[in-house]
C-alpha cells in the first residue's frame, strides 16, 4: 500500500506501508491487539486519501488522534529506522524515558522512586558522565587504567559526586546501594551505543575484530558457485623432521628443522582441498605462495614425486590429478591474508595475469574469514600430525612432546613422510561427506556440479599457450656482472654461489659492473635467462658451471642443501694433516732437545718445521680471507694418515665460487 | 563490487580511479577519491563509493556526500553518484557472473583471439542462439580463449545473455544483438 498524494503526514520515502517495521500480531493480547489493529487500520487509511470522516466512522478515532498517531508511525526509532507500525501499540515508548522530577527518597524507604535518576544526574553534571564514560571505555587522558572495574568506578563516581557537594540526602547516597546498579546498568548500555568501543576497552582486540562476525549482514562476496573463489593461507606445522637431502654425488645431508609450514588452497564453496605445498622456510614467501597455486594447476604427471602420496591408494592427492580434466582449472577470486609477504607486488601480478583472477586481501588475524581453512588445520593436525612421536604438541607443557628431535633423527621422519600424511588426510578430507555441503563430500559436490549445468560449475581453464609454458614460477633477480679485466676473469654473474655465463656475457667485458635481470624458474636451477637492466638488452640463456650440468633442483632446495653441506663440512672439522705432523715433530725436538747430543740435527729439523709451519699458516690465512661464505670447494676431508698421501688434483677448470 | 559491475555495464567505456576512492576513515575526514566514469556516448559521470545504510553496529547513517565533493563535480559539469554496499543488496547473481567473466578475459589478455573471433562472428549469423557448450564443440580452438572472446562479446554488447538472476555457464544462450 502507498500513500496517496495529499496526505503530507508521511514523507514519500516512507510511503510505501508495506516496508514499514511492524510487531508480530499474534503475540500481543486479546485487547492488545483489538486497540492496535484499530489504530492500523486508521493510518492505513489516512495513507490511502479515505477522508478523516471516513477514518473515524470506520475506526471510532478521532481526527487529532490520527493525526497524533502517523506522526508517532513516521518518528524514528532507537535501531535507526522509523518507528512504523510498532508505534501503535498501547503504552509503546519511543524515546527513552526521560525523568524531570527531582529524585525524592529517603534512605531505608525501599529502590523505588528513582527510576531515571541517573540520567537526570549526568543532565545537571555532564562532567561526571564524560569522565564516567571516558573511565570505562578506557580513553581518559589521564593515566589509563586497564579495564577499571565497576566497583572502582562507582568509588571515583561517588568521589566526584562529593567533590561537588552531594550530601547524604541527595541521590545515590540516599540509597542502599549508592547507585551502584544503576551505574553498572549505564555501563553495560554503553555497548548498544557504542559497541566497538566498548569491546575493544572491556574485551580486547580480538572481540572488536569479532565483531563482525554473525552480524546478520551477508557478505558482498557471493559464494554462489564452485571454483568461484579460493582461499590461500599457510599453517605452521609443529612436528619436527628431518630433511634427508641427496645430492647429485651421493652426499646424504640431515637436517633438522622444528616447525615448517603448509599452504593449502582451498575452494570455498564446498571447502575442497585443490592445492597444498609444503614450505621448508621460516615464513612462507612469495615464492611459496607461487608453489600452492601451481600445485592446484599442473596436472598429475608434470608434478612427478612432489605430488605422489605413498598413502594413498593411487598416489593421487588432489582434484587436478583425480579428474585430469580439472588440471589448469581457473577460479575468479583468490582470497588471502595479508599478514604474510603475500602482498608482494610481483607474486599478486603474476597471480592475476596467469589465473585471471582478482585478488582479495583480509585483515590480518581475522580467523574467522578464513574458516574453511582454519577448520581443515584443525582437522589435519589432530588427525595425522600430533599423534607422530616427532610431535613438538601446542608447546613446551604438552605430554605429547616427548623429546622430538631424537626422536625425529632416531627414526628418521622425513619431510617426505610429514608430507604422506598431509596429503593423506587431504584426500580423506576431499572425500568424507560433511553437513557443509549438505552431506555431500567436496569431491562429490564437484563431480555434481559439473554435471549441472545449471550450478554455473563448468570448466574454465587456462590458455594452451599458458599451460605449455606456465610462467607462474617465473621469479626475476637482478645481479651485478662480475669479472677483472686486469686479471682477465670473463664476466659472469653469481647465483645462488654458482657462477653462471654464457658466450655473449663472457665476451662482454663492458658489463662488468653492471646489472642483469635474471628470469630464473624457480623449479630448475639450470634456467636463467638475462637482460641489461639499463638497455634492455636480452643476453640470452644462461648456462651452469661446467660441473653442474645436469643437477636438476629447485632454487630452495640448492640453498638448503648449501647451509646442509656447510653446516655438516664445519661439523667435521678438525686439526689438519700438516698441523697434525708439526704437532708430532714439535713433540720429538722437544724429546732430542733434552738428550742435548744433536743440536746440529735439531736445528736442521727446525728449519723444516718452521717451513712447514710457515706453509701452513699461509694456507689458512687464504682459507679465512672467503668467511663468511665459504667456498664450494672439492672436498678435502681431514685424513689420518701420513703427511704424503694427498688426493691428485681435480681435472677440469674450478671456477671461483665453485 | 561496485567496479566489476561497470565491467559489465554496456554503456561505460572506461572508467579511473582519482585519487584513492576506497579509502575510507571513521570518521569521514580526510581526501575523498572517486570513480570517474565515461561512457560511450560522450557524457561521464562519478562515483562516490563507500559504506552506508547500516555500519556494524551503529544506527544507520547513509553515505552523506561531502560538500567539497559535490562542489567540485557541480564545478566540473558533472553529476556525482553515490554507491554502498547497499546497492548490491539483490546483484549477488550479477556480481557472481562478471567475476567470473573477467576473470575469463583476463587470464586470455595476452593470447591472439582472431580464430575464435571468426568462429563466433559466424556461428551468431547463423544462429540467432546459441549455447556456450556449442561454441566451445570446435576442435581446433583453444577453449579458454573462445570463452574470453564470448565475454567480450557479452561485454560489448553484441551479445546478450541472462546474467542477473542465472548463473552463467555451458547452459546459457548467447543471443545476438542487431543493432
Not at chain 1, 483489538?34 to 487509511?45: G, L, P, Q, T
Not at chain 1, 622456510?281 to 615464492?287: F, I, K, L, R
Not at chain 1, 589435519?380 to 612421536?389: D, F, I, Q, V
Amino acid at each position: 500500500m502507498t500513500t496517496s498524494r495529499n496526505r503530507k503526514l508521511i514523507p514519500p520515502p516512507f510511503a510505501d506501508l508495506s516496508k514499514w517495521p511492524a510487531p508480530d500480531e499474534e503475540l500481543l493480547s486479546k485487547e492488545d491487539r483489538i486497540v492496535y489493529v484499530a489504530r492500523k487500520r486508521a493510518v492505513e487509511m489516512y495513507a490511502s486519501g479515505v477522508t478523516i470522516e471516513g477514518i473515524t466512522a470506520a475506526t471510532s478515532i478521532i481526527r487529532d488522534q490520527i493525526f497524533y498517531f502517523v506522526r508517532r508511525c513516521v518518528t524514528g526509532a532507537e535501531d535507526g529506522m522509523i518507528a512504523g507500525f510498532r508505534a501503535l501499540l498501547p503504552w509503546q515508548r519511543l524515546a527513552g524515558y526521560q525523568r524531570r522530577e527531582p529524585v525524592r527518597h529517603v534512605a531505608g524507604g525501599g529502590s523505588g522512586g528513582c527510576a531515571g535518576a541517573l540520567s537526570q544526574l549526568f543532565s545537571r553534571f555532564p562532567e561526571v558522565e564524560k569522565h564516567v564514560r571516558n573511565r570505562f571505555l578506557g580513553t581518559s587522558s589521564a593515566v589509563p587504567v586497564a579495564r577499571i572495574g565497576y566497583t572502582e568506578l562507582h568509588g571515583e563516581f561517588l568521589d566526584q559526586l562529593r567533590a561537588l557537594d552531594f550530601t547524604e540526602d541527595d541521590w545515590p547516597f540516599n540509597t542502599a546501594n549508592y547507585g551502584y546498579k544503576s551505574l553498572r546498568a549505564f555501563c553495560i548500555g554503553l555497548l548498544t551505543e557504542q559497541p566497538s568501543r566498548w569491546f575493544g576497552a572491556r574485551a580486547g582486540d580480538e572481540a572488536v575484530r569479532r565483531h563482525g562476525v554473525g552480524s546478520g549482514y551477508h557478505s558482498v562476496f557471493p559464494k554462489l558457485r564452485g571454483y568461484g573463489a579460493c582461499q590461500l593461507d599457510f599453517h605452521k606445522v609443529d612436528a619436527m623432521s628431518v630433511i634427508i637431502l641427496e645430492t647429485e654425488d651421493g652426499a646424504r645431508l640431515r637436517v633438522p628443522i622444528a616447525r615448517w609450514h603448509v599452504g593449502f588452497l582451498i575452494e570455498e564453496r564446498w571447502n575442497l582441498i585443490v592445492g597444498a605445498f609444503v614450505v621448508l622456510e621460516s615464513t612462507p614467501s612469495g615464492d611459496s605462495v607461487l608453489e600452492v597455486i601451481e600445485a592446484a594447476l599442473r596436472p598429475h604427471e608434470a608434478q612427478g614425486e612432489d605430488a605422489f602420496c605413498h598413502l594413498t591408494i593411487d598416489g593421487k592427492v588432489f582434484p587436478a590429478q583425480l579428474m585430469p580434466d580439472l588440471a589448469y582449472q581457473g577460479f575468479s577470486v583468490l582470497k588471502m591474508d595479508n599478514a604474510w609477504s603475500n602482498a608482494a607486488t610481483e607474486v599478486v601480478d603474476n597471480i592475476i595475469r596467469t589465473v585471471g583472477c582478482a585478488v582479495n586481501f583480509g585483515p590480518v588475524k581475522a580467523w574467522w574469514r578464513r574458516h574453511p581453512i582454519e577448520r581443515i588445520f584443525g582437522k589435519l593436525s589432530e588427525r595425522g600430525l600430533k599423534r607422530l612421536p616427532s610431535t613438538l604438541g601446542s608447546g613446551p607443557k604438552d605430554t605429547r612432546r616427548a623429546n622430538p628431535q631424537e626422536q625425529a633423527i632416531k627414526f628418521e621422519i622425513t619431510v617426505r613422510d610429514l608430507i604422506d600424511v598431509i596429503y593423506a588426510c587431504i584426500r580423506e578430507h576431499n572425500e568424507e561427506s560433511n553437513e557443509g555441503s549438505s552431506y555431500a563430500s567436496p569431491m562429490g559436490a564437484l563431480q555434481h556440479g559439473l554435471a549441472t549445468a545449471e550450478s554455473g560449475v563448468f570448466l574454465q581453464p587456462l590458455p594452451r599457450a599458458a599451460q605449455q609454458d606456465l610462467k607462474l614460477l617465473s621469479h626475476i633477480e637482478v645481479a651485478t656482472v662480475r669479472g677483472d679485466i686486469s686479471k682477465n676473469v670473463r664476466p659472469h654473474v653469481r647465483l645462488g654461489r654458482w657462477r653462471y655465463t654464457n658466450p655473449i656475457l663472457a665476451n662482454a667485458y663492458g658489463l662488468i659492473g653492471r646489472q642483469l635481470v635474471i628470469y630464473c624458474d624457480r623449479r630448475d636451477v639450470q634456467v636463467a635467462h638475462a637482460t641489461v637492466l639499463d638497455t634492455g638488452e636480452q643476453l640470452g640463456a644462461l648456462e651452469a658451471p661446467f660441473s653442474k650440468r645436469g643437477q636438476h633442483m629447485s632454487w630452495r632446495n640448492r640453498v638448503l642443501m648449501h647451509q646442509a653441506g656447510q653446516s655438516e663440512r664445519l661439523g667435521s672439522n678438525g686439526t689438519s694433516v700438516a698441523a697434525q705432523w708439526c704437532d708430532a715433530q714439535g713433540e720429538k725436538l722437544r724429546e732430542r732437545s733434552k738428550l742435548a747430543r744433536n743440536k746440529k740435527r735439531a736445528s736442521k729439523d727446525a728449519l723444516v718445521l718452521a717451513k712447514v709451519d710457515a706453509d701452513q699458516k699461509r694456507l689458512e690465512a687464504t682459507d679465512k680471507s672467503d668467511l663468511p661464505s665459504l667456498p664450494e670447494s672439492p672436498s678435502i676431508r681431514p685424513k689420518k694418515g701420513t703427511f704424503f698421501d694427498f688426493e691428485p688434483p681435480m681435472s677440469g677448470p674450478v671456477y671461483l665460487g665453485d | 563490487m561496485h567496479l566489476v559491475l561497470l565491467e559489465g555495464d554496456v554503456a561505460v567505456a572506461s572508467y579511473d580511479l582519482v585519487d584513492d576512492p576506497f579509502m575510507i576513515s571513521p570518521d569521514g575526514s580526510g581526501k575523498r577519491g572517486y570513480v570517474r566514469v565515461r561512457c560511450h556516448d560522450g557524457t561521464q559521470y562519478w562515483l562516490l563509493v563507500g559504506r552506508g545504510g547500516h555500519d556494524l553496529g551503529r544506527k544507520a547513517a547513509p553515505l552523506a556526500i561531502p560538500e567539497e565533493m559535490q562542489e567540485k563535480a557541480a564545478a566540473a559539469g558533472v553529476p556525482l553518484q553515490r554507491r554502498t554496499e547497499v546497492d548490491l543488496i539483490g546483484k549477488e547473481v550479477l556480481v557472481d557472473n562478471w567475476l567470473t567473466l573477467c576473470a575469463i578475459m583476463t587470464r586470455a589478455r595476452a593470447y591472439p583471439s582472431y580464430k575464435e573471433m571468426e568462429y563466433l562472428l559466424a556461428a551468431l549469423s547463423r544462429h540467432d542462439v546459441l549455447r556456450v557448450s556449442e561454441v566451445l564443440l570446435v576442435s581446433g580452438l583453444d577453449p579458454a580463449i573462445m570463452l574470453a572472446v564470448v565475454a567480450k562479446a557479452i561485454q560489448t554488447g553484441r551479445v546478450e545473455t541472462e546474467l542477473a538472476h542465472q548463473l552463467f555457464g555451458m547452459h546459457s544462450q548467447l543471443k545476438r544483438v542487431r543493432s
